[in-house]
């Protein structure tokens, strides 16, 4: 199959999962037990269907199918981490973060429900995360296990020594001098905690041994820190004219930045070492990893 | 053991199992997996520490103990419990939620950490619940199950369709016309949820059976309710010379009330009838259930 035939088939599978796990309700005060307000409903649906690459569910099907794992039982979990995902862009949009009126070319989720609401269709989509994972866990008692400890790696690369942390520090640090410590820091955790985590879960479902799992760790984690790194480099290549002094920050943002940092030699470097890194990691999986290897090579290329 | 001893017991426990799964950190770029970013550690200790009578927690413990369960591997869905109330309080006192300076009598996390943070603070202690409800769920595999089950039902009530539903529908009804479905609605989520939470959850650690998850359901769901109403009431009886007129809503915060709905007397009647159900409930237990009926008791004659 091609790659991007195999890429839709799994796209597919995670908005049908989506589609199962959250349809849109009707009533504002259901009368049933387990049913979503529907404004509270369409607030999340809004979010978590509004495009996007898929690509951190896209990963944990492939890992999941790579490793020889039941694909079944991979789908809610890719779901759950989309859901994970879209909060955490929901929050990150709210003033107070990054107060974004737009995303993607649509209102963000607080212009449209108003703050609140998105505040709460945020909360709304972390809690129905787990609450499908754990739901997921308890209906497939013959893996049980796997299924627990890929709720358990999905929840720490989330939480507050993952991406949350990333965030936390993200924000404290606008307007600070730039510092290559801490700006690894954010993008570790910021944003390749939550391209490990997918690579993670599906070892877990599919019972991979230490070995693999470590292969797959340090594939995600040196895709997550080039693919950060050349969003940086397109950001720059895009605003050439304007990017004035290199100061360490992202002109319009206050934030810091790789090439503002150590320049966008280096910057190109780091990004092709670290692809490079990732490719070798993948490769131990043989030809089993044509779509992973494909995947990578297909980041690798994107323009903005 | 007395009423008092014993609920301080309880309270040790989950202020001991807090401090062991959320130390303060020192610094702010953790050099080792795991560890949570100080500055973002303090925001969440700071609401999570803030006191308060620890009534859900408190309400998992002794129904484990009454149950027969093991009181171990209760402390940490008690505490995870204790971690989504105070995550559920930071958020609503955001602005765009209730914009609160001041929550028992201290600043609230916004007012100290900045919204940003308080947000991420909220979000931290939501989705760390879950880490530690997994890893522990991990570390228990003569439970597995059970403790799988306990998160579940911890989810499922705090979720889109229990205690967030409850907040949803309570910021769009903001400035409605009063109408008894909504503030029933209201209250049942918004209030019960998560006090029928840590019951169903200490039945699923102790496998306790049908009929008693039942009981200790209905002994819950009447306490939340009568809680609320009594909440309602005392603040109706506070400042009765400045109620004016009774328009369905609570003269401050433009909300629905029972006292503004129904009337002060109708309200004590409902309250007084939900006591009673509680602790008819409760009493299937017989004399483990003695702790349960003192805290209830104790809940019934509370003052402001």
Redesign the interface.
């Given at each position: 199959m091609a790659y991007h035939e195999q890429y839709s088939r799994y796209v597919g599978m995670v908005e049908e999962t989506i589609e199962k796990l959250l349809p849109q309700t009707r009533e504002?005060?259901?009368r049933e037990?387990?049913?979503?307000?529907a404004?509270?409903?369409e607030a999340?649906r809004y979010s978590l269907l509004a495009g996007g690459k898929r690509v951190r569910p896209v990963l944990l099907l492939a890992a999941c199918e790579m490793l020889g794992g039941e694909l079944e039982q991979a789908k809610v979990p890719a779901a759950a981490l989309e859901m994970i995902h879209t909060?955490?862009l929901i929050?990150d949009d709210?003033?107070?973060?990054d107060d974004d009126d737009y995303r993607r070319g649509r209102l963000t989720n607080?212009k449209v429900y108003?703050?609140?609401?998105?505040?709460?269709a945020?909360?709304?989509l972390?809690?129905?995360a787990?609450?499908c994972l754990?739901?997921h866990?308890?209906a497939h008692?013959e893996n049980?296990?796997g299924l627990?400890?890929a709720?358990?790696a999905i929840?720490?690369r989330?939480?507050?020594?993952g991406m949350?942390?990333g965030?936390?520090?993200d924000?404290?640090s606008e307007h600070m001098q730039p510092d290559a410590?801490?700006l690894a820091?954010i993008h570790a955790h910021k944003t390749a905690d939550l391209l490990t985590a997918p690579l993670l879960a599906a070892a877990c479902i599919a019972g991979a041994d230490e070995a693999q799992t470590e292969a797959l760790l340090r594939f995600g984690r040196c895709m997550g820190l080039a693919f950060q790194i050349d969003d940086d480099l397109l950001d720059v290549e895009g605003d050439a004219g304007q990017l004035g002094k290199q100061t360490g920050m992202d002109a319009q943002r206050g934030k810091m930045t790789w090439p503002s940092l150590v320049g966008v030699q280096a910057s190109r470097e780091k990004s092709r070492a670290l692809w490079d890194e990732a490719e070798r990691a993948i490769a131990v999986f043989g030809e089993c990893a044509w779509f992973m290897q494909a995947f990578a090579q297909q980041l690798r290329g994107r323009k903005k």
């Open positions: 504002d005060l259901p037990d387990g049913i979503i307000p404004h509270l409903c999340m909060y955490s929050h709210l003033p107070g973060m607080h108003g703050v609140g609401q998105a505040i709460l945020g909360d709304g972390l809690n129905y787990y609450e754990l739901d866990a308890a008692p049980l296990r627990v400890l709720a358990q929840a720490s989330a939480g507050v020594s949350i942390a965030q936390s520090i924000l404290l410590g801490r820091y």
